[in-house]
Each structure stands twice: as C-alpha cells, then as structure tokens.
C-alpha cells in the first residue's frame, strides 16, 4: 500500500520564557516523531492536551517550520521547501474544532464555500457555482438551494460543521487533518459527522489525519492510530489491536481514563463500546 504522507524524526521544542524574557525551561513539544498516513486511509492521531498534536498539524500544513525531521507528502519533501506551499495549501485541508472559529458569521454559505476557489482562482463564477453545489451535496445539504443562501447562524452545530468540510472538499484535497472536529457538537451527531467523513473518505479517496484525545470516537473512524505522550509517540498500529491489546501501559492508562457511569462492570473494550 503506498503511503500519502510520511512524517520522519519530527521534532519541534519551545522555550518557555518568563515574564522578563528570561528562558526557563524547554517544551519538547514534538520530539522525534515518525508515522506514516496511507494512502485512502485515516490514522488517529491521538493524546491528551498538550501532547504536541496540533503542533504536527502545524508543520504538516507548514504553519511552523520543524527544528528537525523530515515530512513527505505525496511523494514530494515538503519541509523545508517553499515551492511545496502552494501544493500543500490546495492538497491538503484542514477541519478545526469549532465551525464558528473557521466560518465568517456574516458570509452567506456559498459565499464561504466558494471563497477557496476565488483565493486560488479556480473557475469562472458558473464553474463555482456548480462547484458549490456538488459539495453541498457531497456533504448532504439538501436541498442544496435552499442551504446556500443561508448564514451560518442560521444552522445548526453540526450543519455548520457539513459546511466547514464542503469548504474542504471543494479544492478537492488528497488529505484532510480533522483537529477534534467533532468535540464541540452534541453527542448525538457526532457519530453522524463522523460517518460522513468516513463516507467521503471511501468515496472520494481523500486521506484523513484525525487529531483527538477521544479513544471513543477514534474506533469510529479509523484504521490506524498513533497514541502520543508528551510529545512522542507511545504506540502506533492497527487501531483495533492498539484499543484492545495495548502493549504500553500509557495506552492502557488513556484507555481506562475514559469515563464511565459503571466501569467496574465493563471491560476495556465495553468501555470504548459504550462510550460511542
Ligand atoms: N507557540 C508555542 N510556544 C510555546 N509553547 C508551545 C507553543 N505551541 C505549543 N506549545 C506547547 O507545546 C506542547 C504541545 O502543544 P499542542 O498544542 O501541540 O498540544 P495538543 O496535543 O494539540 O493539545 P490540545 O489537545 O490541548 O489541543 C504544549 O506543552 C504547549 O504548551
Ligand atoms: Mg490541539
């Protein structure tokens, strides 16, 4: 199976200065970090706050720039080259937590789902239109007339969310990075998100890197996941192995972390069942 991003020895530190400048102390925020994405398929990264999550995002999208390591996507380095952000900026998406931080509130639907292509001016205004259309319809925003014309406030939370990944699709990524893209939603639709990226995934063959420090929601969706532990990767395989037979007590630490009304009466995997 080939592989669609690779992250190689990533690593990033921070100092920590105190209030007069002076540097206190290191945060080794990423530190050595290697995993590989395949091709169509989703890895979970995940960890608690702080474990240096969004910071891989970060260099994956080249927000930040790595101290070392080396990150290869599609076949092509891209760390440390700058002819690589024009590519990673269309190939690769990114889905954030809160749909109102990454939504302009006073733009209409098709407004903010058109707006990638305006940026990177793709298509005359009928191409977009249609462009609009197809991914509201990928996301099942129907009647997609209807939806588009609307503001964010109002949709609902999850709705608002369809819109944040139809503004994904539209430059028709290879990889999308989904940074808690559920956790701000109403337990009831977050497997209902959840399910449509997974359809998508299938469907359109995109890549997913799925940050989160739910376990519970990490089965629904992918096939592999990396748990990492203050900044480096405590256990990495196939996820149903990784949740079930943890071979690392940290995993099994997380794993027991994950709250439960009755957990004397619920075995490990019980507890990651019930918990979806
Ligand atoms: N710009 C920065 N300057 C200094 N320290 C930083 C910076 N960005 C992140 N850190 C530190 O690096 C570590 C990893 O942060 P990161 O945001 O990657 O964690 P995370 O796993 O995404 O956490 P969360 O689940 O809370 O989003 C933390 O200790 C954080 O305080
Ligand atoms: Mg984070």
Request: a neutral charge; zero cysteines.
């Amino acid at each position: 199976m080939s592989e669609i991003l690779q992250v190689k020895n990533l690593k990033k530190y921070y100092t920590k200065k105190n209030i007069f400048g002076k540097q206190t102390s290191l945060v080794k925020a990423v530190d050595d970090v290697s995993f590989s994405v395949e091709l169509g398929q989703t890895l979970v990264l995940a960890g608690e706050s702080g474990s240096g999550k969004s910071t891989i995002a970060k260099m994956i999208l080249r927000a930040i720039e790595p101290d070392s390591g080396e990150i290869i996507f599609d076949g092509t380095k891209i760390s440390g080259d700058p002819s690589s952000l024009q590519k990673i900026r269309m190939e690769v998406q990114m889905v954030y937590q809160d749909p109102y931080d990454s939504i302009n509130p006073n733009m209409k639907i098709i407004d903010i789902i058109a707006e990638p292509l305006e940026i990177h001016r793709i298509g005359n205004a009928k191409q977009r239109l249609d462009m609009v259309r197809q991914v509201l319809h990928e996301v099942k925003m129907e009647p997609v007339d209807e939806f588009m014309t609307k503001y964010p406030h109002m949709l609902s939370g999850g709705q608002r969310q369809r819109v944040v990944l139809a503004r994904a699709l539209i430059l028709k990524p290879k990889m999308i990075i989904a940074d808690e893209p559920v956790s701000m939603l109403d337990v009831s639709i977050r497997a209902e998100i959840l399910e449509l990226m997974d359809a998508l995934r299938e469907k359109l063959h995109i890549s997913f890197l799925y940050i989160t420090h739910d376990l519970a929601t990490a089965r629904y969706f992918g096939q592999k996941i990396a748990i990492l532990h203050l900044g480096k990767i405590a256990e990495v395989g196939p996820i149903d192995d990784v949740l079930f037979s943890p071979k690392q007590e940290y995993t099994k630490a997380l794993i027991d972390a994950i709250s439960d009304p009755n957990p004397d009466n619920l075995t490990r995997e019980r507890k990651i069942q019930s918990n979806l």
